[in-house]
């Protein structure tokens, strides 16, 4: 083989590895771009799902008080209608009179226990 083919041939054989060399990194680019955008794409869902999650566990706190407010203001309306209910018997005004005024008749005598 002579020396001219020889470098002839070697040029040739140095432009395919150039272009086979060329092709790879390429693909290895394509992919690693592929990769690095299904990873954001996971962080961003990942850190949504953790957002929503909180902003659930904070709003079923505030059902849970709600629940427990509500239980109180149906007690309070129960008291207050049987209040209402018992309003105008003489036994209701003096049990009010001797229990939330501190109340009492004119010929009763109070004790005080020192203990």
Same mark, same amino acid.
């Given at each position: 083989?002579?020396?001219?083919?020889?470098?002839?041939?070697?040029?040739?054989?140095?432009?395919?590895?150039?272009?086979?060399? @060329?092709? %790879?990194?390429?693909?290895?680019?394509?992919? $690693?771009?592929?990769?690095? &955008?299904?990873?954001?794409?996971? $962080? *961003?869902? %990942?850190? $949504?799902?953790? !957002? /929503?999650?909180?902003?659930?566990?904070?709003?079923? =706190?505030? /059902?849970?008080?709600?629940?427990?407010?509500?239980? @109180?203001?149906? =007690?309070?309306?129960?008291?207050?209608? /049987? !209040?209402? =209910? &018992?309003?105008?018997?003489?036994? =209701?005004?003096?049990?009010?009179?001797?229990?939330? $005024?501190? &109340?009492?008749?004119?010929?009763? *005598?109070?004790?005080?226990?020192?203990?």
């Amino acid at each position: 083989m002579k020396l001219k083919d020889k470098i002839k041939f070697d040029g040739n054989l140095f432009k395919n590895l150039k272009s086979k060399s @060329q092709s %790879a990194l390429n693909v290895s680019v394509t992919w $690693l771009l592929v990769i690095i &955008m299904f990873s954001l794409l996971f $962080l *961003i869902s %990942a850190v $949504l799902i953790l !957002r /929503q999650n909180a902003e659930r566990n904070s709003l079923l =706190a505030e /059902q849970v008080d709600l629940k427990t407010v509500l239980e @109180q203001r149906k =007690a309070e309306a129960a008291k207050l209608d /049987q !209040r209402e =209910a &018992m309003a105008g018997e003489p036994e =209701a005004i003096e049990k009010i009179a001797r229990e939330e $005024l501190g &109340m009492i008749k004119k010929d009763e *005598i109070i004790f005080i226990d020192g203990h």
